[in-house]
T-cell receptor
């Protein structure tokens, strides 16, 4: 069974700090990695995708991928109260039939305190 | 990003009945999926909706319980059949565009 693991949190950081979210995965063959944000009562929305080892930056968000260690992380700089949400890590893996599917972590709850 | 709509947004149903959820996506979407998310849990893939053929179900989900149709590229339905309280959940339609998966707003189902 392919797995994606995240610390469930809650992770609490003060406003303006850096929030660091981590995710490990078991399938060494995975090639695509995604971070989604989910506000309570809403559907997930894509924050970042990353496919190559190293860092990828987009505004206040930086995704980091290390395939050798099988982990992917998300850094949120200058955290804002509006960043308070559950962050889901998803990894592309073989699914039923010839399809590929996303394997989801349970999510990390982030609280940014004013 | 792809535009995905679902209806109904929520429903309350009696046990033993069935509910059909509709999903409409824009033309950028290639693959369509149906997920379930139970309270406090992460996403569980039910099946991949295949255009013009039977859906591909994940382990633990069967066609008799969750029949899925996708008559064309941009429309799919999921039916939750013979419902029980354990089927109370959020059902999410998802579509892939340019290797990125996007989600509809979800359908909140409560079975009494």
């Amino acid at each position: 069974q392919k797995e994606v693991e995240q610390n469930s949190g809650p992770l609490s950081v003060p406003e303006g700090a850096i929030a660091s979210l981590n995710c490990t995965y078991s399938d060494r063959g995975s090639q695509s990695f995604f971070w989604y944000r989910q506000y309570s009562g809403k559907s997930p929305e894509l924050i970042m995708s990353i496919y190559s080892n190293g860092d990828k930056e987009d505004g206040r968000f930086t995704a980091q991928l290390n395939k050798a260690s099988q982990y992917v992380s998300l850094l949120i700089r200058d955290s804002q109260p509006s960043d308070s949400a559950t962050y889901l890590c998803a990894v592309n893996a073989p699914g039923a039939g010839n399809n590929r599917k996303l394997i989801w972590g349970l999510g990390t709850s982030l609280a940014v305190n004013p | 990003s792809a535009v995905i709509s679902q209806k109904p947004s929520r429903d309350i149903c009696q046990r033993g009945t069935s509910l059909t959820i509709q999903c409409q996506v824009d033309s950028q979407v290639t693959m369509m999926f149906w997920y379930r998310q139970q309270p406090g849990q992460s996403l569980t893939l039910i099946a991949t909706a295949n255009q013009g053929s039977e859906a591909t179900y994940e382990s633990g989900f069967v066609i008799d319980k969750f029949p899925i149709s996708r008559p064309n590229l941009t429309f799919s339905t999921l039916t939750v059949s013979n419902m029980s309280p354990e089927d109370s959940s959020i059902y999410l339609c998802s579509g892939t565009a340019r290797e990125t998966q996007y989600f509809g707003p979800g359908t909140r189902l409560l079975v009494l």
